[in-house]
């Protein structure tokens, strides 16, 4: 759907040029490894769904005011509704939805083309409903969430936008493509009020 193209491409706007592999151990620590971004992008995004299994990240800068100190982006296994008969997939979403409360800012894509198919349920699902909901409520992420409706490069993805507002009527949502970079300065500007 694109989280780990949008890490990389945001990164590289914002000229980083290493993202880190954490792997996250039984006793919480991190180990870092360093991977230039041209060769991130080859080797962590892909077709394949649950490509991304663990938290990965890349250290940017913002460039605007207080922001422009060190702001960790981190990229996170994708959610689904259903219970993954994998563990390392039901892992890699638990370490998701635990590192949404300890986020700043929290952006949330979804596949805006995808949405705007034959099967649009594929696209936005109960979980991402949920996740929505508890952004909105009183708690951790109110005010710090928004929706990037991604994709928009695709011809599908208008008719999906649409779909996709609909669906997070409480929610700021910003269309964008990880592909391209359209997008990318109303994110920037998104994440740097809030950190
Ligand atoms: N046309 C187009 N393709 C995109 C865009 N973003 C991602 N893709 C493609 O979608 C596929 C999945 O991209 P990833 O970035 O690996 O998706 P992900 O959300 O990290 O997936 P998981 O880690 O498996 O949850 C790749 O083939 C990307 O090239 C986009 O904005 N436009
Ligand atoms: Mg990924």
Redesign the pocket.
């Known amino acids: ?6 890490l990389c491409n945001f990164a590289a706007s914002l000229g980083a040029r290493a993202v880190q592999l954490f792997a996250v151990t039984s006793d919480g620590s991190r180990a870092a490894q360093d991977l230039p971004l041209a060769r991130a992008r080859e080797i ?9 299994l663990a938290l990965q990240g890349v250290q940017i800068r913002l460039g605007r005011g207080k922001a422009d100190e060190a702001v960790q982006l981190l ?1 996170s ?2 959610l689904a509704d259903r219970v993954h008969p994998d563990g390392a997939v039901r892992a890699g979403m638990a370490q998701a939805l635990r590192a949404l409360r300890e986020a700043d800012a929290v952006l949330h ?1 979804v596949d805006a ?1 995808l949405a705007g198919g034959p099967d649009p349920a594929a696209a936005v699902g109960e979980v991402d409903r949920q996740i929505a909901a508890f952004a909105a409520a009183p708690g951790p992420l109110r005010g710090r969430y928004a929706v990037l409706a ?5 011809p599908r993805a208008a008719a999906g936008l649409r779909r996709v507002r609909a669906a997070f009527p409480g929610s700021l949502v910003i269309p ?5 970079g359209a997008g990318f300065r109303e994110v920037r500007l998104f994440v740097a009020d809030r950190i």
């Open positions: 759907m694109g989280k780990t193209l949008f962590l995004v892909s077709d394949r769904p649950h490509a991304t990229d296994a994708g894509m083309a991604n994709k928009t490069d695709l964008v493509s990880a592909l391209t």
